[in-house]
Structures are given as structure tokens and as C-alpha cells.
């Protein structure tokens, strides 16, 4: 759906969910100042049992001049914008006898969809629905959502962007960063590179983040948060911890977790509580053997999303989805399970010093594919720090005079450098086109390059060229039954994941120079060998090109 899509509708009305979050607020406030700017007669509004009270928001909604306004859907005549005074209320409730009877024009739900328990159902001619949970109502034609994204604003954002509107006013900007903020846990939960971007696009003014961040806790929150610290569940063999919150703000989930990973019996934990629509949960470690944003996902695989960073990541279990899975399973259980699986079912491999046995191996030759390559100083100048962003994460790196970046089978981006690169690969002056190589990358986030002195952004494809790879380089390798982890020779402090059904390779002279190929890469990039011979030079030129 785009928003070009909606501008047939006059009047429009934009409601955010119930007792609704700073996300929600301003994921509507950007909304209905886009209507606005289009001449459409437009209202921000919330329903619910209770009107916005925690101290954020309030202030939020003051020192940014958003004009959402609280209706009563019950008819006892309440219907007045959040702060206004008695004059304002009584012009307001004209208004109230429209919300009875229905919404005129077209009511759009934002970070929320139409009929879900989170969102009091409104009477409305017709309906559309933006949001970034899982998808729970699934007969609304007009809906635009996304469980992959932090935030509904960063959604919001995007759809502006594609909608050829520039956001300058820094009262939406500042509601757009601030939405993000919260619901990603001050950014530590920030995984999607759309997220990235726009945070880094909008503008903001960052004195009143440093205002609305300084007033989100309330003394019952506190108190929330100290009652969750002493009932906890601790795995010795494991040394993780979980502990279950009451309902609270997603903030105060990632200030359990954060004390909660200090302490020293403690390697990874993970903080959830309950929401009308599934269950909010945060996740740290720090131990380079669990990868806070890889639990996460592990966690939420198959009932909703999760990921974030290294040593901070959080997520989100739609209840839909979860008490169709686990009917009878009590929440506390399944994180339970879910991280003894976790922990069960994973070797973890320190290539320097693993003795890899082959036996059990096949060996491959790698084909002539075509790839992707940019070389690095004919888009910024040697010495400039720049962060290549992808749907995989960022790679922060300096530009070099020998740094090329590769785009592989998949679109997926990771640097190399020249010796390595003019040994494995043929150059080519043809113009890379994903869609003209002969496989298909994902397009669900264009790689680029972002420049980080000033900021500018540059799309990787606009400056990269095929390449050939040379073939020959010969690999012993073995589909995976389970899970597994591998501190390459080449980075001893992330590992690669392999899942079941991906493969485990080392290469032929180098049996210490041991790495994962997802499976739908690897009968793409390899053949099964005919013979077994030296493995030559061909081995060691393309040692490490993936």
C-alpha cells in the first residue's frame, strides 16, 4: 500500500492504539501532517479506558505541538484533546456524536491493526491499517505492514520518503527519532537497516530526547522493576537467568536486563512481560559464545521477530501466533525451552585450533560465478570511515586503496581486499544489475554506503561492476543436522551461524580455514569434485572468497 493510495479520502482519521506509546503518537503525528500538508480535513485521535499519563509522553505531546486528541468511546461525553482546556473540550465534543455513529472518510490505525485487542474498534466507512507487528487481521485490503522494523515510525518514514515528501519540520522529526528510541530500547535493540536510516535522516532536536528520556520512569515503575529482580529463574549448567515483569514499558524490560547481565553468575538473560497482543522480551549477553541479536531471533523464530545488537537485543512473541503454536505451554516454560534448546542442540568450533576430521566430508570445486564488486576508493577517498549498511547489519570499515567490497549470491555485502580479490576473480567494466544476474537477490533493503564524517549516502549498485570468479579452489564440506557456531581463523569474537541444512567447508590447504555457506548459496558457488588431487595454488588464491 502507499500513501498516494489514500489521498481519494476526505476527511481521514488516524488513531493510534490504546493507552497509546511514544512510537504510536508519533507514527500518527507524522501521518496526519503529510494529510495536512495534502488540504485533507484530518484528526489524530486514541480511545481506550484511560487517557495518556506517564510523563513522557505528556511531554511529548506538549513540547512538539501534536494534536492527538482522546475520544470516549462509551458516549459519557469526555471526548477532549490531550491538555486542553474546558473551552476547547466543549468545541471538541461536536466530534463525539460523528465517533458514535462512525468514522467518515477512511480511519487508518497506525502501530496497531483494526479489531485487534490492542484498539478499541471504531465504527468507520473504510479502513486501513499501518504497522510493524505481526500480522493479526488479515481481511483489511489496505494495510501496510512490516514485523521486520524496530518501530512504526520508521515504517511511517519510509512510506513518506517513497511518497516523494521530505520530513523538515523538526517537531515530526523529533517524534519520529523518539518513537524509535523507545520501542528499540534507546536504540540497543536497533536491528533493521531501514531503522538505521532513519534515525540517522530525520531531523532532531536532541535536547528534548534528553528531556522525554529523563522522565519516563515513574516511582510504580521502579517498583515494578524491583519486584521482577527477585523472582527470577537461573540455569546453572547454562548460567543464564529469566525474569517475568508486569506489564510496563518496554524501557524498563531493557533497565532489569541491563542490571540484571552484571551480575557475575550471569552470561545471557533475557526479561519479558505480557501485552494485550503477545509478550515483549529483552535479551543481553556478555560472552562471545551467545550473540544477544542471534537469541533473539532463536527465541521469537516461527511466533514473531526479534534481534537487535551483539550485546543487547530484544524482540517481540505475537500471541496469535504463539498460542496457536503452544496452546497449553505457560509463558515462563517456553523461554525456558527455548533457551535450553538453544544451548543443547550447538557445537561450537575455535577453527585455530579445532582438528577438523574430513572423513565424513565431501569434496567441492568452486564454479566461475558471477558476482558484484566496488572498489572502494572510486566512491570515497582512501581514509574515510564509512559504514557499509545491508539487511544483514553494518560493517564499519576506513576506505583503503585495496578495499573492495563484494556483492555476492544473495546481495549479501562483505568487504576484501585487492591482493586476494585480482588472484580469485576476473574484472569485468559490465554494470552490475542484481536483476540481470542468474540469481535473484533479495530486495527487501538496497546495500549502501554511508559516509560517516558527513553523513552522505551513496547506493552501492550505483558504482558496482561484475566480476568472475576464477574456480578451482577446493573445499572439503558436509550439510548440517544442527546448529552450529564458528570462530573463523579470521575473526576469533563473532562467529559465523550455521543452521541445519547449511554447510560446514574448510578448505583443502588450510585445515584451520574453516567457515559456513548458507544452503542456498552453496550448489551455486560449488560443484561436487570428479577427482582428488593437490589442491595447487587455485586453493590458496581463493582461500576465504565466499
Not at 485487534?116 to 471504531?122: I, S
Not at 530486495?443 to 558504482?463: C, F, M, Q, W
Not at 588450510?510 to 542456498?520: A, Y
Request: glycine share 8%; proline share 3%; aromatic share 8%.
Amino acid at each position: 500500500m502507499k500513501l498516494e493510495e489514500l489521498q481519494q479520502y476526505d476527511p481521514i482519521t488516524i488513531q493510534c492504539h490504546d493507552n497509546p506509546d511514544a512510537d504510536a503518537i508519533a507514527s500518527g503525528f507524522a501521518l496526519y501532517t503529510y494529510f495536512q500538508s495534502k488540504g485533507k480535513e484530518v484528526q489524530l485521535v486514541y480511545a481506550g479506558r484511560s487517557r495518556i499519563q506517564k510523563s513522557n509522553l505528556l511531554l511529548m505531546v506538549d513540547k512538539l505541538h501534536i494534536p492527538i486528541r482522546y475520544i470516549d468511546s462509551t458516549g459519557d461525553g469526555s471526548d477532549a484533546k490531550d491538555g486542553s482546556s474546558a473551552g476547547e473540550d466543549a468545541r471538541q465534543r461536536s466530534e463525539q456524536a460523528r465517533t458514535q455513529t462512525g468514522i467518515p472518510g477512511l480511519l487508518i490505525t497506525v502501530d496497531c491493526q483494526y479489531g485487534a485487542g490492542n484498539v478499541t474498534r471504531l465504527p468507520a466507512e473504510d479502513v486501513a491499517v499501518i504497522d510493524h507487528h505481526q500480522r493479526e487481521i488479515v481481511d483489511i485490503e489496505k494495510s501496510e505492514i512490516d514485523p521486520h522494523l524496530g518501530s512504526c515510525s520508521t515504517l511511517v518514514w519510509s512510506m513518506l520518503r517513497e511518497a516523494g515528501y521530505k520530513i523538515e519540520d523538526p517537531e515530526v522529526g523529533t517524534a519520529l527519532y523518539y518513537g524509535l528510541y523507545t520501542d528499540t530500547n534507546q536504540f540497543a535493540e536497533i536491528y533493521a537497516p531501514l531503522d538505521m536510516d532513519m534515525r540517522e535522516a530525520v531531523p532532531c532536536e536532541k535536547s528534548l530526547i534528553t528531556l522525554f528520556r529523563n522522565s519516563n520512569l515513574s516511582l510504580q515503575e521502579m517498583e515494578i522493576a524491583g519486584v521482577a529482580m527477585i523472582r527470577y529463574i537461573y540455569n546453572d549448567d547454562y548460567r543464564y537467568a529469566i525474569i517475568r515483569s508486569q506489564p510496563c514499558d518496554p524501557n524498563i524490560l531493557g533497565l532489569i536486563s541491563d542490571f540484571l547481565i552484571q551480575v557475575a553468575e550471569v552470561d545471557s538473560c533475557v526479561v519479558y512481560n505480557e501485552q494485550k497482543d503477545g509478550y515483549k522480551f529483552s535479551v543481553r549477553s556478555c560472552v562471545k559464545e551467545v550473540q544477544a541479536d542471534e537469541l533473539a531471533a532463536f527465541l521469537a523464530a516461527g511466533v514473531g521477530s526479534g534481534g537487535g545488537h551483539r550485546e543487547k537485543a530484544g524482540g517481540f512473541i505475537s500471541k496469535v501466533l504463539y498460542e496457536n503454536e503452544y496452546p497449553t505451554l505457560h509463558s515462563e516454560a517456553f523461554f525456558s525451552q527455548r533457551l535450553n534448546d538453544y544451548f543443547d542442540h550447538c557445537q561450537i568450533i575455535y577453527a585455530k585450533e579445532y582438528d577438523i576430521d574430513v572423513s565424513g566430508m565431501q569434496l567441492y570445486v568452486k564454479k566461475k560465478v558471477r558476482l558484484g564488486y566496488v572498489e572502494a576508493v572510486n566512491v570515497l577517498p582512501a581514509g574515510t570511515p564509512v559504514t557499509i549498511r545491508t539487511r544483514e547489519g553494518d560493517v564499519d570499515m576506513v576506505v583503503t586503496p585495496d578495499l573492495i567490497i563484494m556483492i555476492g549470491i544473495k546481495g549479501e555485502v562483505y568487504p576484501n581486499r585487492r591482493d586476494n580479490f585480482e588472484k580469485g576473480y576476473t574484472v569485468t567494466d559490465e554494470p552490475y544489475h542484481a536483476d540481470r544476474m542468474h540469481t535473484k537477490r533479495s530486495a527487501a533493503y538496497e546495500p549502501t554506503i554511508h559516509n560517516r564524517a558527513t553523513g552522505e549516502v551513496t547506493k552501492l549498485s550505483d558504482h558496482a561492476k561484475v566480476c568472475i570468479a576464477v574456480g578451482g579452489a577446493r573445499i572439503h564440506a558436509k550439510e548440517l543436522t544442527e546448529r552450529v557456531k564458528v570462530f573463523t581463523s579470521w575473526d576469533e569474537e563473532k562467529y559465523m551461524l550455521g543452521r541445519e541444512g547449511d554447510y560446514l567447508a574448510v578448505r583443502c590447504n588450510d585445515m584451520h580455514d574453516i567457515f559456513v555457506v548458507e544452503k542456498d548459496i552453496f550448489h551455486k558457488t560449488y560443484d561436487p569434485a570428479k577427482w582428488v588431487g593437490h589442491s595447487g595454488k587455485n586453493g590458496a588464491a581463493n582461500r576465504r572468497q565466499r
